[in-house]
């Protein structure tokens, strides 16, 4: 058994491990992750940051609102019940912290003992300035009023009815709703809504949890507005948000795949006129597409819905070698399969390498997604060049066909243009108009990576989420400030501090309101100054609010106040206050949730000077650490150029390396170029598209540059074919709903298109070694049969 | 917020018993129209709310005004004045003509209830107080007698235990028993229903809880 076919057996054994593997994997479940995060760094950030942010992200997306209206509270609420149960046998869905009435409950007994220290604002306001009897007033009018709110109170340690107005102004995540009979509900434009607030078990980015559920939210709305005529039902949660954003992603895969490969399938047959090349390269491309997948599930055990889907446009790319092998039966005097492939051996090996070099630099981005689409390209790249070097020329046994006129007609075009003497005038015009663009594009070049415009947001979803806010009231961003200190005593003292500031930030319409620990739980501090303003304003006043009671000669039984001040602890622990249990991270380090938070430069210069607070947001982090990976991307791809140089160098020289880099050098300098007078701002994706036009436009290059004269042709078929088929799966990216991909699409665009108008530059690396490469033999032909590394010839 | 309700559910229940009139055609069990569009029932009250630890009962006087549509008016005379508004929009209270509370029916839902139980009520409905309670009546038309139980029999969200109203052409009496152990005993007189429209100052005084 010869070394070849032993290798070729080897091959075979890989990737039919390889397809094992991943039919073990599929018969599993496939482990696809569609969290866009996921993509993001773990940057070394400040851990109590990254701490809060995560606490407040978990907390966020694990949460899911529902509301259900009627005109009829009756059927407002029996629909809700529907919803809830169906919601709730999807067995995704956390326990409910408390009823209405076990939450009261846990609130009187948490509060009750302590309530001569807590005062609602307004209260402490009056009587810092003297105002007890209005306060006593209040608390008369109560207890002689009709229905007698809170009346009980006044005989049971509470003569001033202070313990209800503190309840009264706790803060509400959603201040337009409150309990009705078990019920979150609102009256809302002559109906009663009813709000679901459910917490997902199990993280919202996982398939089988978004499809479980919203398959059970979709069927139950469809039978609830049957049984229930009139009935309205909105949703809002990032489980919907992420169910809708991976079906568009699934189809859009399934679509773009299908284009690619139908669109390849009719450009081989179009041009080779036989099944033969169109099967070889479907493997090649299968081979490669199952050995990334496959990579990526070893290496990471899930592989994300973004990879999958560059990874399904890879199909496109992976055809390059095997295309070029076919192409050359199109050359007259070609030999056998394995002659036909040695004679291209250089610029597949060249091409593989620089390619890998491309590809291996993306692994330096410290990106877990983009670590993920590196290994699959790499991976899948690597398999699809053994698939072609190893199986094509024992698979190719069948009668070589002769290319149509045309297409060596068309092929030849951009060789003729680059190097005819009638377009010189023309090139030069198009040089001095690319050095325009090059110069003008950049210089008003303009970024930006805002990761809410990243991510296509279903509009519908968006639209029930507005109406949700709308009706709530409860519009919490992702947005929070962090108030460190040593211990709570402190961290409370400092959210006291800021309330005034935020108080006017809010009449500033800075903001809409905040959720601070310091609301449930005043410091201790405070406390005792709430005691001392309740003594010294209202407890002289006591004998006359009874006499005014009409029970000047009665003995109300007192229950003394707990002079010991209530703690965060005893509150977090008390399980009364759920809201409470998700703002404390740690002793001392505490959460405020800001509510619509619509000018974050104002908040952030208020609290500037306060020490231990500031404001955190997650969403403008993650859109700087986007722009700082463009940045470092942008750099990469110098390096991954430079980088190239090295083999380029050995094989051209230097000047021939410079040559040969020209045009996929060009074409990343012109696209953002093009881009920018476009009017759009170069992001994060277009600097990844960059890096692949790099890498593909050295294919093309490297092809262009190890033609000889009478192969052009023949080599620019291989071109062609293969930029239009990058063209048909890359570029179709740029019409993904997904701004992110978009952006991807868009940058491959126009990227592969100038590097392959430009890679016949190529070829004239071969004026330094004109004289020497006419002399070498033929590749496979005066030497076939020899396995020495075919550039070691060229010297 | 269990006080906001106990007071929301004392007054529905009070409004609704209010409004009933006790003759054979309009009892409640008929069904029939208790207060008509641009009736406006008046009267007088007294009422011992008798609390826990409190020896003797907070005494209070005063007068009401039941609009059709509108909404009510309860004004505390004796021992001072505290006057609370209820609209359809939310509730307000003044002691010696000084707000001291209001509650908008947008933040307080229950408020919903409230309203649907009271307009049943002025025409004669009761579904809505009976998907709440257990309605039993004695008595005839002249003389008669209503008790109102809870149905969710240990439901610590309901601030009411018991609630008898007796009455012969209009409510007389009301007891209103609360589940803390407290209650309100009501004893209405000098009721009149008109059809002249409200008093400017009753106007006033709808509109600020419209207001809300």
């Not at chain 2, 109203?165 to 209650?183: A, Y």
């Amino acid at each position: 058994m010869t070394p070849r076919r032993l290798a070729s057996l080897a091959w075979l054994a890989t990737v039919i491990a390889a397809a094992i593997f991943l039919a073990w994997h599929a018969h599993r479940g496939l482990p696809l992750d569609t969290d866009l995060m996921a993509l993001l760094p773990r940057e070394s950030r400040e851990s109590a940051v990254q701490k809060a942010g995560d606490a407040v992200s978990r907390t966020l997306t694990r949460r899911m609102l529902v509301v259900v209206g009627h005109t009829s509270r009756t059927e407002a609420r029996a629909a809700a019940l529907s919803m809830s149960d169906s919601l709730d046998a999807t067995g995704l869905i956390e326990p409910e912290a408390a009823s209405d009435a076990q939450e009261m409950r846990k609130l009187g007994q948490l509060y009750f003992p302590h309530r001569a220290g807590l005062l609602s604002e307004e209260d402490r306001v009056l009587l810092g300035a003297g105002r007890g009897e209005d306060l006593a007033k209040r608390a008369l009018g109560q207890a002689f009023g009709v229905g007698g709110a809170g009346a009980g109170l006044v005989a049971r340690g509470d003569p001033f009815l202070l313990l209800p107005s503190f309840l009264m102004q706790l803060p509400s995540p959603m201040p337009r709703v409150a309990w009705d009979d078990g019920l979150l509900s609102l009256s809302e434009g002559g109906k009663t809504w009813v709000l679901l607030v459910r917490s997902l078990a199990r993280e919202p980015f996982a398939l089988d949890v978004q499809e479980k559920l919203t398959a059970a939210y979709s069927k139950t709305a469809a039978a609830l507005k049957a049984v229930h005529p009139g009935v309205e039902l909105h949703r809002t949660g990032a489980v919907f948000f992420a169910e809708a954003g991976a079906r568009t992603a699934m189809a859009e895969a399934a679509t773009l795949g299908a284009l690619s490969l139908g669109g390849t399938i009719l450009l081989i047959l179009a041009v080779f006129r036989r099944l033969g090349p169109l099967l070889r390269n479907v493997l090649a491309g299968l081979v490669g597409a199952g050995a990334g997948l496959a990579a990526c599930l070893a290496l990471f055990g899930e592989v994300h819905v973004l990879t999958l889907l560059f990874g399904t446009s890879l199909l496109g790319v992976v055809v390059d070698y095997g295309l070029h092998y076919s192409s050359t039966e199109f050359d007259p005097d070609a030999g056998t399969p394995s002659e036909r492939l040695l004679s291209i051996m250089p610029g597949l090996q060249l091409s593989l390498v620089a390619t890998l070099i491309g590809y291996v630099a993306l692994t330096f981005a410290p990106l877990h997604g983009l670590r993920q689409i590196a290994v699959f390209s790499v991976f899948g790249l690597a398999a699809a060049f053994a698939t072609v070097v190893l199986w094509f020329p024992t698979l190719d046994r069948g009668r070589r066909t002769r290319a149509a006129g045309w297409v060596l007609r068309a092929a030849r075009q951009p060789f003729d243009f680059w190097q005819a003497g009638r377009w010189h005038l023309l090139r030069l015009g198009l040089l001095c108009a690319g050095a325009a663009v090059a110069l003008v594009g950049l210089a008003r070049i303009e970024t930006g990576d805002d990761v809410r415009r990243m991510q296509a947001l279903a509009p519908d979803l968006v639209r029930e989420q507005e109406a949700i806010f709308a009706l709530t009231g409860g519009k919490a961003g992702s947005e929070f400030l962090l108030v460190e200190s040593a211990d709570d005593e402190t961290a409370l003292r400092r959210q006291e501090a800021i309330r005034p500031i935020l108080a006017d930030l809010r009449a500033q319409g800075a903001l809409a309101g905040a959720l601070l620990p310091a609301d449930f739980v005043p410091s201790a501090e405070r406390q005792r100054e709430n005691r001392l303003l309740v003594e010294g304003e209202l407890n002289p006043r006591l004998a006359a609010h009874y006499a005014a009671l009409g029970l000047g000669g009665a003995r109300p039984v007192q229950v003394p106040s707990d002079p010991v001040p209530l703690t965060l602890d005893q509150a977090t622990r008390s399980g009364a206050l759920d809201a409470l249990r998700n703002l404390v991270l740690a002793p001392g380090v505490h959460i405020g949730l800001l509510q619509g938070l619509a000018r974050p430069d104002l908040v952030r210069g208020a609290l500037s000077h306060v020490p231990g607070v500031q404001l955190v947001e997650p969403t403008s982090e993650i859109s700087a650490l986007f722009a700082k990976y463009r940045e470092r991307t942008v750099a990469l791809l110098g390096v991954s150029a430079a980088l190239m140089l090295i083999p380029f160098a050995f094989r051209y020289g230097s000047v021939g390396a410079i040559w040969v880099m020209l045009p996929p050098v060009s074409a990343i300098v012109l696209t953002p170029a093009i881009l920018s007078l476009a009017g759009v701002p170069f992001n994060f994706f277009h600097a990844m598209a960059l890096v692949l036009v790099l890498a593909i436009g050295v294919d093309y290059s490297v092809f262009c540059a190890e033609s000889k004269d009478a192969d052009r042709s023949t080599t620019m078929v291989a071109i062609l074919l293969a930029a239009t088929m990058t063209l048909l799966s890359f570029g179709l990216l740029a019409s993904s709903k997904a701004p992110a991909i978009s952006s991807f699409g868009s940058g491959m665009l126009i990227g592969i298109t100038l590097a392959f108008v430009l890679a016949p530059l190529a070829s004239r690396r071969r004026t330094t070694f004109a004289l020497r490469w006419r002399k070498a033999p033929k590749y496979g032909r005066e030497e076939h049969g020899k396995r020495s590394l075919p550039w070691a010839n060229v010297q | 917020m269990t006080a906001i309700r106990t007071l929301l559910l004392s007054l529905a229940i009070f409004c609704a018993a209010l409004s009933t009139p006790s003759s054979a055609e309009t009892r409640p069990s008929g069904g029939q129209t208790a207060l008509k569009d641009g009736q406006v029932l008046r009267g007088h009250f007294e009422q011992d709310r008798f609390l826990k630890g409190f020896d003797a009962p907070l005494k209070t006087g005063g007068s009401f005004t039941l609009v059709a549509g509108g909404g009510l008016i309860w004004r505390a005379e004796t021992p001072f004045a505290v006057t609370t508004v209820m609209s359809p929009a939310g509730l307000v209270q003044e002691v010696d003509g000084k707000k001291t509370m209001s509650l908008s029916s947008t933040r307080i839902p229950f408020m919903t209830k409230l309203y649907s139980m009271l307009s049943g009520a002025l025409v004669g409905h009761w579904s809505d107080l009976e998907s709440t309670f257990k309605i039993a009546r004695t008595g005839d038309a002249k003389k008669w007698e209503m008790r109102f139980t809870p149905i969710a029999g240990n439901d610590p969200a309901m601030p009411v235990e018991a609630i008898v109203v007796r009455g012969r052409r209009l409510v007389e009496d009301v007891v209103v028993m609360r589940s803390d152990g407290d209650r309100d005993h009501l004893r209405f007189s000098s009721q009149s229903l008109e059809t002249a429209a409200p008093t400017s100052d009753e106007l006033a005084l709808l509109a600020l809880a419209k207001q809300l």
